[in-house]
């Protein structure tokens, strides 16, 4: 089972909106709604921030917010803020039932 | 509120076993999981547990891999045999709810080297 692809890195202002894509197959991402985002700052553990394709654990900034399209799914964060700037992580459940990771996008905002 | 607390042996040589353990403060009636992350690296999946003992692993690890559980002590464990360098990661548990993750253990770094 292949890391899902996301995107090395991602940059944007204050106040903007990035996306970062999360692509995989119809094995994983095309073929179930169980696709969840993590984040990660540098030498903590990735927080839940989306799963099940859209939905944002009770707590988390509605700023967050994911979809999916075929074998592609998006994180999109809204009003980015200095705090955001981290490693975003997608993963998937499989048709294996296993689970596969994105290969990780660096956030930065200028 | 579950919590998550690991521990396990940060030093290895190549072809010794990786052993960690990760005790569960309060319900344990899901499931858990393994995830590493190699320096530098994304995340990879290790393999999963249920609170009865049924386990799924990761292909390509499956060989090497070997995750129990002790109910009574409301623990898990994760052994993998045969490390070698590319098995230097922080190893992370996590518990399972409905197809999501969530990290509690601060993680363990381990390291193979001889």
């Known amino acids: 089972q292949s890391a899902l692809t996301q995107p090395a890195s991602v940059s944007g202002s204050p106040g903007q909106s990035i996306t970062i894509s999360c692509t995989g197959t119809?094995?994983?991402?095309?073929?179930?709604?169980?696709v969840s985002w993590y984040q990660q700052h540098p030498g903590k553990a990735p927080q839940l921030f989306i799963y099940d394709v859209n939905n944002r654990p009770s707590g988390l900034s509605n700023r967050f917010s994911g979809s999916k399209s075929g074998n592609t799914a998006s994180l999109t964060i809204s009003g980015l803020q200095a705090e955001d700037e981290a490693d975003y992580y997608c993963?998937?459940?499989?048709?294996?039932?296993?689970?596969?990771f994105g290969t990780g996008t660096k956030v930065t905002v200028l | 509120q579950v919590q998550l607390q690991q521990w396990g042996a940060g030093l290895l040589k190549p072809s010794e076993t990786l052993s960690l353990t990760c005790a569960v403060y309060?319900?344990?009636?899901?499931?858990y999981c393994w995830v590493r992350q190699p320096p530098g690296e994304g995340l990879e999946w290790i393999g999963e547990i249920s609170h009865t003992g049924r386990t799924i692993y990761n292909p390509s690890l499956k060989s090497r891999v070997t995750i129990s559980v002790d109910p009574s002590k409301k623990q898990f464990s994760l052994n993998l045999n045969s490390v070698t360098a590319a098995d230097t990661a922080v190893y992370y548990c996590a518990r399972g709810s409905d197809y999501r993750w969530i990290f509690g253990g601060q993680g363990t770094p381990v390291s193979v080297s001889s």
């Open positions: 119809s094995s994983d991402v095309g073929g179930h709604n169980y």
């Open positions: 309060g319900d344990f009636t899901e499931y």
């Open positions: 993963s998937s459940y499989t048709s294996n039932r296993i689970y596969v």
